[in-house]
């Protein structure tokens, strides 16, 4: 079945440091590869997404690119901030289901300090 | 645009009682509703997928006479946990969807049964 692999948190970085999470997936199809946020107390954020093998997905300084061959989805910032602090999920949706449902990863919790 | 609003956002009450959240998608007509379970520190568990005017499809292992699901109207699910115990204690999260790949989530409701 679909799956959805992130590192282990918690991350802890200090102001501008580079951030990096690893994502890796399981599919049957081709799917839609996604990276949401959330900020404590609060619901989850889209902050970017990519279709297809090869797009880039990127918002906020953010980045995330589809590597179909290590089936890889990868988050990149190159400066983080406090305000980054936050749960980061990988996720993806395959389209051979009828509902779009999405499947999460772990998430991992990341932690900027001054 | 696509904003989802849940309704209340916290409640707390006894164990046994009954308790209703809502899930309004406000700028878009929502084919599809989606409810997820949040443990602390966890992931996103998918609880079950709603259609308006049809019967919810709910995933292995959640009971469907405990979390009952009504997609009233395009704008519209609800979910109601009967008899709530100390263990339903969660953070509960709906997301929508117009159709294709997007989905839209709400701020979630934070559920506590004493």
């Known amino acids: 079945g679909n799956s959805v692999t992130q590192m282990e948190g918690p991350v802890t970085l200090s102001e501008e440091a580079f951030l990096t999470i690893n994502c890796t997936y399981t599919?049957?199809?081709?799917?839609?590869l996604f990276w949401y946020v959330q900020y404590p107390g609060e619901g989850l954020q889209l902050l970017l997404k990519?279709?297809?093998?090869?797009d880039k997905g990127s918002n906020k300084g953010f980045e995330a690119t589809y590597r179909k061959e290590t089936t890889s989805f990868h988050l990149e910032k190159g400066s983080v901030q406090v305000s980054d602090s936050a749960v980061y999920f990988c996720?993806?949706?395959?389209?051979?289901?009828?509902?779009?449902?999405?499947?999460f990863g772990p998430g991992t919790s990341l932690s900027v300090i001054p | 645009g696509a904003v989802v609003s849940q309704h209340p956002s916290r409640v707390i009450c006894k164990s046994g009682t009954s308790v209703k959240i809502e899930c309004r998608s406000l700028?878009?007509?929502?084919?599809?509703m989606f409810w997820y379970r949040q443990f602390p520190k966890q992931s996103l568990m998918l609880m079950a997928t709603s259609n308006e005017g049809s019967k919810a499809t709910y995933e292995q292992g959640v009971e469907k006479d405990k979390f009952l699901i009504n997609h009233a109207s395009l704008t519209l699910s609800t979910l109601t946990v009967t008899s709530a115990h100390p263990e339903d204690s969660s953070f509960y999260i709906c997301?929508?969807?117009?159709?294709?790949?997007?989905?839209?989530f709400g701020p979630g409701t934070r559920l506590t049964v004493l």
């Open positions: 996720a993806l949706s395959d389209p051979q289901t009828s509902y779009d449902k999405v499947i």
């Open positions: 990519a279709t297809k093998a090869d």
């Open positions: 599919a049957t199809g081709y799917p839609s």
């Open positions: 997301s929508a969807t117009p159709g294709g790949k997007a989905q839209f």
């Open positions: 700028d878009f007509q929502a084919t599809t």
